[in-house]
Nanobody, 122 residues
């Protein structure tokens, strides 16, 4: 089992920045690729970003490319999502998830956190 706990969400004005963190425990963190997903009210959960186990590869949804950066610190068992130039449409609950191989589909992920709320005001 892998336990994931997100933090860093909050209320920010449009154009602002936030950095989300996801702390992992339970198994060897470096054995897992990590992803971030989000779910806005009334919408399905969608892919945001993913990073491979070795940090060699990153993947982004088109909607966040150039604004968000995913990174990880395997020594700290933590994955981050740095979000810049935030827009009201980025408002959602953000979830981190763990999988064996980096992927963009929810079904590929085995473990999920509880989520952290990000609200961007206009």
């Amino acid at each position: 089992q892998v336990q994931l706990v997100e933090s860093g969400g909050g209320l920010v004005q449009a154009g602002g920045s936030l950095r989300l963190s996801c702390a992992a425990s339970g198994r060897i963190f470096s054995n897992y690729a990590m992803g971030w997903f989000r779910q806005a009210p009334g919408k399905e959960r969608e892919f945001v970003a993913a990073i491979s186990r070795s940090v060699s590869s990153t993947y982004y949804a088109d909607s966040v490319k150039g604004r968000f950066t995913i990174s990880r610190d395997n020594a700290k068992n933590t994955v981050y999502l740095s979000m810049n130039s935030l827009k009201p449409e980025d408002t959602a609950v953000y979830y981190c998830a763990a999988t064996r191989v980096a992927a963009i589909h929810m079904r590929e992920y085995d473990y999920w956190g509880q989520g952290t709320q990000v609200t961007v005001s206009s």
